[in-house]
């Protein structure tokens, strides 16, 4: 039995008292009172509750869309340095952290062997060089006259036995001369003949081919000794190592005297004067973003985000995690910003202007995934409303559809609240009477 069942039931035997005393009521309308009216007070029926809630309008923004993720900052550059021969080290001109620069000596390895050898081959090709201006300026020349002498002399040789050959054939047709002589004067004219076709042809190859193949081997040589004076060279400048990049000295591994080996690295050089946060970012929300977009780094320990723009968009997907790389790429000039830091990345890929939006509070999520929120009627009672929300930024939320921009939405106290409940608006009273207040001043 309800307590205002109970109640009622006590106000009736207050009234059937006081009608046997005045002798004028039945039992029978006693009870028909206590069931209909409950009692004889006539007390009115209770109110309906009033909820006091916060309200805050749908309003009309330029709408950020920002992809935050875990990342890990690497060096602008980096560059291990690896020597190109087995040796002891010298040397070292440098520490962890100094500052270098590009092409700065930062050590050198024991190369008194690798400085005999170049100083031997430099001798080799200084003589080759020598050999090959000889045999251009005096060798060849000089044969060529010599097959250019000979020639003359075959000629002039060819020419005398012609005339001997020819005069003894005319004492010969007149009798004057035997034949044994003519015979020995055509064979004397055949050898001379024979000697001069082969000076010309001497003289003929000289001046086509050997000239030519002369200056080749000479050349030959030349190019011989200097490719094994400039590999001497090259064996003995990789003895000095230098930087490739400008950067800091980030990691020494050996001491002066111990064996630096072939392969292994000797130095290793950063340049943290700018860094890289690489994320590894889900491949709908990468779609969004493009190189170019301004993103923000938070670093542990830093009061204020610091400020960089997108410069990679991996084309591929990681294999592994199925998503896509993304680089941030920010300016450290301080340098207190250090590669291997575990950090946060803010990428903004999406701008939407006249977005509808309302405080995320005011968003209510059902368990099947439905959003809905409660919108404030002109009969001051809260109405549930399905929606359909965009992105987030902070503490607002997109609305693409249900509502429109002025509707006044409840903010605080929404969850729990029945449909069609009857609201009351946190401060509209006190802002209310403030109103009234300056009007009867006025």
Not at 157 to 180: C, E, N, T
Not at 201 to 226: P, R
Not at 313 to 323: E, I, Q, R
Not at 406 to 435: C, F, H, M, W
Request: aromatic share 4%; glycine share 8%.
């Amino acid at each position: 039995m309800s307590e205002r069942l109970t109640h009622g039931l006590r106000r009736g035997l207050h009234c059937f008292a006081a009608s046997r005393l005045m002798g004028g009521a039945s039992l029978g309308l006693v009870l028909t009172s206590l069931i209909f009216l409950s009692g004889c007070s006539g007390e009115p029926p209770e109110k309906e509750p009033v909820v006091t809630v916060q309200v805050a309008p749908v309003e009309k923004t330029t709408l950020q869309r920002t992809i935050t993720s875990e990342a890990v900052l690497f060096p602008l550059q980096q560059s291990a340095i690896v020597p190109k021969i087995s040796a002891p080290v010298e040397k070292f001109l440098v520490k962890r952290g100094s500052r270098v620069h590009q092409g700065q000596l930062l050590a050198v390895l024991e190369n008194r062997d690798l400085a005999a050898a170049a100083q031997d081959t430099k001798g080799a090709y200084e003589q080759a060089q020598a050999n090959y201006e000889t045999s251009t300026a005096a060798d060849l020349p000089q044969a060529m006259q010599k097959a250019q002498l000979d020639l003359q002399a075959a000629k002039q040789m060819l020419d005398a036995q012609q005339k001997v050959y020819d005069s003894r054939q005319d004492l010969f047709q007149q009798g004057a001369m035997p034949r044994k002589e003519l015979d020995q004067a055509g064979v004397d004219l055949t050898n001379a003949r024979n000697q001069y076709e082969i000076a010309q042809k001497h003289y003929d190859a000289l001046v086509a081919f050997g000239k030519q193949q002369a200056l080749k081997s000479a050349a030959g040589q030349l190019e011989s000794a200097k490719g094994k004076y400039l590999g001497a060279q090259a064996q003995l400048t990789y003895s000095e190592i230098r930087s490739p990049i400008d950067g800091v000295i980030a990691d020494r591994p050996l001491f002066p005297g111990e064996m630096a080996a072939a392969g292994t690295p000797l130095l290793t050089v950063m340049d943290i004067s700018q860094v890289i946060a690489r994320a590894h970012i889900p491949q709908p929300e990468a779609a969004l973003l493009k190189v170019g977009d301004k993103a923000s780094i938070a670093v542990p320990g830093e009061e204020k985000p610091i400020e960089g723009k997108v410069t990679v968009v991996s084309p591929a997907l990681d294999p592994n995690s199925t998503t896509v790389e993304v680089w941030v790429q920010a300016r450290n000039p301080e340098q207190r910003l250090k590669p291997g830091t575990s950090v946060q990345v803010s990428m903004q890929a999406q701008t939407l202007p006249d977005a509808l939006v309302i405080p995320a509070s005011a968003l209510l999520t059902a368990q099947d995934g439905t959003t809905s929120v409660m919108v404030v009627g002109s009969d001051e009672r809260a109405h549930q409303k399905t929606v359909q929300a965009g992105i987030r930024q902070g503490d607002q939320v997109q609305i693409t559809e249900g509502v429109q921009a002025g509707d006044r939405i409840v903010t605080a106290r929404a969850y729990g609240l029945p449909d069609n409940s009857k609201i009351k608006v946190e401060g509209q009273k006190a802002t209310e009477d403030k109103k009234a207040e300056d009007k009867s001043d006025k």
